[in-house]
């Protein structure tokens, strides 16, 4: 997506109709491709003593252009700031790789239609495949490998979904199809959520070359008509955000290619004003006082800065109804600025760091989020956002720069006969297509008769399943499951696992409690708006008193972990550990009680404390209140039961990651997979029993005592991580 092509910044035409000739060659050899080096270099130096003097000293385009390589490398520094998850400040950097994209491109083409005439689409794409192809394909080789031999099943049929959908150039859409949103408001690191925006990226150059030759074409021409034809696009393109976004649907418009072409044709006007610049001699006049020109440059920056800094998420409203536009716009004007003489701003850009990180950008928004997910994966998502900055970003430049320099670029400047690239291109295309097919996950193959041993070390056999009694209707007894994703997952592990025993209604919400919240924002800087919580998480009570008035419900099963989140209530924010937040609990817990006891038969409700590790809270101290205020109705209404999730997950021995035959427990550390979800099920339905009264007096735990809540054999169906506790609940 973001290019740095030395042809690009020198001007088209580079290479010499030797170098050319020596390129079409159907054997090239080492010796014909040094020539054809000797004649590329002679040329350049030959184009850059004519060139006028450009800024700062330097000739040429190349000069100016430096100044965007290095406004592009502050902008991925940015991002590789912004998905360590220190912040969820900052989210635009994303948007200057489309805008300088779009300019690069546009202008490269506009260069060659105003010497030639003509646009070569076939050598258009091919600078796009050398460019593009060599860092994807491997960047996808490599990640595949590495989640298939550390990462869950899930995690690893993921990130094939998601390298097959790349290679077609689409997984954006395959990522708005999947349901999955851009970012993961658990701080579950995707190692491939970088793939949406190469798509995007590689569909606006499937389509934009064509589109402006028909421009060109109807413009005659002339700078003035194609300038303001191309101002015109970016002004309709800038509306269909606005014009789609409805409060609901912040990723469609996020991740969708209709609503994102703005930034690419903003940059793409950006890049015809330059050009009509040059064009018209330009670059051949002196230096001009320049305190205008950077002052201008200054206040723009200071716009996207600011508006990257005032974003609390993707969410943000304010984003799609005219945001999108907004930034592109000042991002395409600071571009075109950046480019002319006598701008100070410039010479801040031209920093050598800077300008070198832009230079390999491509390859380090390939490359961060493997390693950062590899990070997270080998912490056992332990580590924070300052830490995964201060290792992450580090160890992704240097992986980033070796694979720039011994292999994305010598690729892309070797010259290349047609046959042979499109050889080259299929062959890559295929193998990733094939790894994504048919490599195994390797957490999935039957290990060893040690690593079995090892695994289920210290766990006792599981405990018998017991038997629930008929319900209040007859047959199996139904239980009303509300709250959160915990809650869903919980409901589906029953109704997967014991459909006789028990009917489940699910009522619950993922990224729901009963707070009634205004906004909720989770350790990692997630935000869910009001407009998400009152179209999904308001109407809890609506729904539970639906079900109540069936007469039917024996229990109800509430898992409300993310009320432990931070909470905005009437204008305040507030947490577990707050006043304000438990008076606002023990409202909400009464208002359920209300509804349960207006039935002829009330239910049993079972109020779930949640693990101390959670990653949507990040704050054991904040969990330790909420596990709290959850244990009091418990121990004070005669019809409320602890539902120990915390006890169970995380005994004195360690938080539990795995199944008893070694499959991951959860698919991010907070959602259950499907092995999680079976081995959870005798679990639950022991403690539905414990609340039905059907357990034996020697099983029964109604109320825990300490012992028995800190007791690891009160969870006898998974195993323990070798992850140890020593600061869990007491």
């Known amino acids: 997506m973001q290019h740095s092509e030395a042809d690009e910044r020198a001007g088209p035409g580079a290479m010499t109709d030797q170098s050319t000739a020596i390129a079409e060659a159907p054997f090239p050899t080492r010796r014909s491709l040094r020539q054809a080096e000797q004649a590329q270099q ?164 499937l389509v934009w070359p064509v589109v402006l030759l028909i421009v060109w074409l109807l413009t005659r021409h002339r700078s003035a008509a194609l300038i303001t034809t191309l101002i015109v696009l970016t002004v309709v393109a800038g509306a269909v955000a606005p014009l789609l976004f409805d409060g609901s649907n912040s990723d469609r418009l996020y991740l969708g290619t209709d609503s994102r072409a703005v930034a690419f044709i903003a940059g793409a006007a950006a890049a015809a004003v330059v050009e009509a610049w040059e064009a018209r001699g330009g670059a051949q006049v002196a230096r ?48 075109a600025t950046l480019c002319l003489p006598g701008n100070l701003l410039a010479r801040v850009f031209h920093n050598r760091f800077f300008v070198e990180v832009g230079k390999m950008s491509y390859v380090l928004f390939l490359f961060h989020l493997p390693v950062y997910w590899m990070l997270q994966t080998l ?43 499109l050889t080259a291109a299929s062959i890559a295309c295929l193998a990733v297509v094939a790894t ?84 909720v924002m989770t350790a990692q800087g997630w935000t869910q708006n009001k407009a998400d919580n009152k179209r999904a998480c308001w109407p809890w009570q609506d729904n539970l008193r639906l079900q109540i008035a069936k007469g039917d419900v024996d229990f109800v099963v509430a898992h409300i972990g993310w009320d432990a989140a931070q909470q905005r209530i009437d204008g305040n924010w507030m947490r577990p550990c707050d006043a304000a937040w438990q008076q606002r609990y023990t409202e909400k817990v009464g208002a359920l009680l209300s509804i349960v006891r207006g039935a002829k ?90 609340a039905q009264g059907s357990l034996p007096a020697q099983v029964d735990s109604a109320k825990p005592t300490p012992t028995q809540v800190d007791s690891a054999d009160s969870a006898p169906t998974l195993v323990d991580s070798a992850k140890p506790n020593g600061d869990r609940e007491p």
């Not at 600078?127 to 490998?145: D, F, H, K, N, S």
């Not at 201008?296 to 304010?318: M, P, Q």
């Not at 900055?389 to 670029?409: K, N």
């Not at 290990?447 to 070390?457: I, K, R, V």
Request: overall charge positive; aromatic content about 8%.
């Open 379 to 421: 912490s056992g998502g332990s580590v924070s956002g300052w830490a995964m900055f201060a290792i992450g970003a580090p160890v992704t430049l240097v992986v980033s720069w070796l694979v720039h320099r011994l292999i994305t670029e010598p690729i892309r400047i070797r010259p290349w006969t047609r046959a042979g690239g």
């Open 436 to 519: 994504g097919l048919y490599l195994p996950s390797l957490q999935s193959l039957p290990g060893t008769a040690a690593e079995a041993a090892s695994l289920t070390a210290g766990a006792s056999a599981p405990a018998p399943v017991p038997t629930l009694r008929p319900g209040i209707a007859g047959g199996a007894p139904r239980a009303v499951f509300v709250g959160d994703s915990m809650a869903v997952d919980w409901a589906a592990a029953l109704k997967a696992n014991a459909p006789g025993a028990i009917t489940t209604q699910d009522e619950a919400y993922g990224g729901c409690g009963i707070l009634d919240s205004d906004e």
């Open 601 to 690: 038969h009330p239910a049993t409700v079972l109020l779930a404390t949640d693990q101390i590790n959670t990653v949507v809270v990040g704050d054991k101290r904040q969990v330790r209140c909420f596990n709290a205020a959850i244990r009091k109705p418990a121990a004070q209404e005669p019809d409320v039961r602890l539902l120990d999730f915390n006890a169970y997950i995380c005994p004195k021995s360690g938080c539990r990651t795995k199944t008893p035959d070694g499959q991951a427990l959860t698919s991010d550390g907070l959602h259950l997979t499907p092995a999680g979800e079976a081995a959870i099920t005798p679990w639950l339905l022991t403690q539905l029993a414990d």
């Open 42 to 205: 002679v040329e350049q130096s030959r184009r850059a003593r004519r060139a006028p003097q450009g800024a700062h000293g330097q000739r040429g385009a190349s000069a100016r252009f430096t100044a965007v390589d290095g406004f592009r490398g502050l902008a991925i520094l940015s991002v590789l700031f912004y998905h360590s998850g220190v912040t969820s400040r900052g989210l635009f950097g994303v948007d200057v790789f489309f805008v300088v994209s779009g300019f690069f491109v546009t202008l490269l083409a506009l260069r060659e239609l105003r010497r030639s005439g003509r646009l070569r689409l076939g050598a258009f794409f091919g600078r796009r495949a050398r460019r593009i192809l060599p860092g994807v394909v491997l960047a996808l080789l490599v990640t595949l490998v590495l989640v298939a031999h550390f990462g869950t099943a899930a995690e690893f049929g993921r990130a094939k979904r998601t390298a097959i959908a790349g290679m077609l150039q689409v997984a954006n859409w395959e990522q708005l199809a999947a349901n999955q949103s851009y970012w993961d408001s658990l701080g579950a690191i995707n190692p491939l959520g970088q793939m949406w925006s190469l798509s995007i990226t590689e569909q606006f150059y």
């Open 288 to 335: 001009r006082p320049r305190v205008g020109l950077t002052l201008a440059s200054l206040a723009l920056f200071a716009v996207l800065v600011g508006a990257s800094v005032a974003v609390r998420s993707y969410h943000d409203a304010w984003i799609y109804q005219g945001g999108l536009a907004g930034v592109a716009a000042v991002a395409a004007l600071l571009t």
